[in-house]
């Protein structure tokens, strides 16, 4: 009996008749039943369904009865085995799901090595017991330079390729029982035991060599190369605790960049500078914070016109108020904000403050005030802002005129593509725009051609020298004299003495500003 219901369990079920199989039997004695023979017996089988792959083992679920069975009793039976199979799959299912969230929870899932909730766990442990074996180890950083232009110019599949590759060349580099791990998007992070600083020295170096002589490929046959910077610190030399580890490490890789990139640099605690320690962890954490808190405030530097000497307008500077009451400048925070992507949150701050401000001065003098916002590269990509300060704009009844957004020349220049319906867009709900640190682009001229600005601010850089540069006045000279030409206002900026005004007034620049002028003040006066 046994050996006829596997045979017809194998051949309802679709299986070859060698497949392994392994049969639980359940005998339910019937009542009031007579002896039939084999070939009365009825197998009713039900397969696993085949949204359930891969549960190996599980096959299906039978029935036979040596009692004839009616078509309503055989319609209930397979709807009971149905919901055995439905139970037993989801069972299977659910213990796989289970495992594989255990396997991620501790695994990044595009390259396969750990992830940063298993670095710090293994930093935690590896801290105490190199303390109980007076063993020393080091931690690396590395940060693939300039990832963000692959993903730009050859999309996100060809970068995650790029990353899963890295993170195969890395782990080649490495002994067993080093830990690789992706701290997330082109970071990533080895904690090296029993190593030394110069070892964990020679690993870096290996690993940026091997990465810097990698060629890649995009689909279309094109082949580029990335450079990785790496930060390198010891335990205990350098640090003892995580934290402290970690805004070493983060330390030695900003020096790394600051090199010219595609360095190895070992944390020097007597070689930090203000800025590097601003770009520790530690002060991203405190940005991050100070942006859910609101603690970003504008103060305004005033704008004058050169003929007149009148107040023009006001550029809306940020500035961060601290939980220890200090107040810190944009300069100090800036490229922080930009490397660490809050760039976007910090300009609807800003859009919204200043907005506010103007709305309290017309509710003061009757007039709105011309003020100049800065916007970063990434409003320009169409996600909204026009759109959210034209909506402050109306509910608060400041005019869109009133309103002029500043961005770099060379955030400008980076992307042509947008900047043309970006300014379409601004200009059409009724907003201005002026053109940052103008003359520093390598091709100035073309963009003027390309894309016309209401406002062009030329770059301090040629202004603050121009008294006693021969070179710097010209160059300011010929940029006013063009501008003019295409019904382009010119902004000078850095004016930090009169000397430096007059010399702005005689070539015939329109407005001018700077610390000579007026410094930035918490509010409109």
Known sequence: MRSRTTQDLLRQLALPDDAPLNIEEFHIQAKNSKLVTIED????????????PGLAGLLGVAFASAVPLSHQEQSIIRSLLSVMVMIVGSSKVLSRTLSELEYYSTHDPLTGIHNRRYFNDMLEYEIPRSERHNHEFSVLLLDLDDFKDINDSYGHPVGDSVLIKIAATICTRLRKGDIPVRMGGDEFAIILPETSLQGAKDVAESIRSSLHGMCFETPDGKSFHVSTSVGVIGYPRDAQSVSDLMSGVDIALYRAKQLGKNEVCVF???????????????????????????????HFQPIVDCKTGEIFAYESVARLSRADGTTMAAGLFIETIEKYGLSRELDRIMVRKVIEANKANIDRSGTPQRLFINLSAQEIQGRGILGFAEQLCEQLGVPPSSIVFEILERDAIGDMSHMGKFLANLRKQGFAFALDDFGSGYNSFHYLRELHFEYVKIDGAFVRNIVDSKIDLALVSNLSRLCRDLGILTIGEYVESADILEVLQDIGIDYAQGFHLGIPQSSLP
């Open 41 to 52: 017996v009825k197998l009713i089988s039900v397969a696993v369904p085949e949204h359930t």
């Open 268 to 298: 020097d605690a007597d070689a930090n500078t203000p800025q590097a320690l601003q770009d520790s962890r530690s002060f991203v954490e405190e940005l991050r914070q100070s942006l859910a808190e609101d603690r970003f405030q504008p």
